[in-house]
C-alpha cells in the first residue's frame, strides 16, 4: 500500500509565501518523479514543478524564479513558493510518478488529496 501525504498550504496576501511538503510512504521499490501540480476552478490540472529520480527539474513557465522544489529525502519534496500573486490560487496536488511497488509491477501514479493555496487581499 501507498500512500501520499501532504501538509502547508492556506491563505496568503499577494507578494507573499508559503510551502508545501510532501512524503510517500509504503512499499516503494522506485518512482520516476515527484511534484507538484494544481488545479484551478474551471482549469485543468497542470504541471507546477517535479523533480526526477535523476534530479532533473521541471518549472511552469508561469512560477519560474519564484517557485522552488527541492527533494528532501528519497520519498519526500517540498514546494517553496514566494512572491505569490492570485493566479497562484489553486489546489496542489502532489504526484509520485510511475511508482513501482516491485521490480516485476507494473508503474503507476499517486496522487494526494490535494492542499488548498489561496492568494488573496
Known amino acids: 500500500q501507498v500512500h501520499v501525504a501532504e501538509s502547508g498550504g492556506g491563505l496568503v496576501q499577494p507578494g507573499g509565501s508559503l510551502r508545501l511538503s510532501c512524503a510517500v510512504s509504503g512499499t516503494i521499490f522506485s518512482f520516476n518523479a515527484m511534484g507538484w501540480y494544481r488545479q484551478a476552478p474551471g482549469k485543468q490540472r497542470e504541471l507546477v514543478a517535479r523533480v526526477t529520480r535523476g534530479g532533473s527539474i521541471d518549472y511552469a513557465d508561469s512560477v519560474k524564479g519564484r517557485f522552488t522544489i527541492s527533494r528532501d529525502a528519497r520519498t519526500a519534496v517540498s514546494l517553496q513558493m514566494n512572491s505569490l500573486v492570485p493566479e497562484d490560487t489553486a489546489v496542489y496536488y502532489c504526484?509520485?510518478?510511475?511508482?513501482?511497488?516491485?521490480?516485476?509491477?507494473?508503474?503507476?501514479?499517486?496522487w494526494g488529496q490535494g492542499t488548498q493555496v489561496t492568494v488573496s487581499s
Open positions: 504526484n509520485v510518478e510511475r511508482l513501482m511497488i516491485s521490480a516485476y509491477s507494473v508503474g503507476d501514479d499517486y
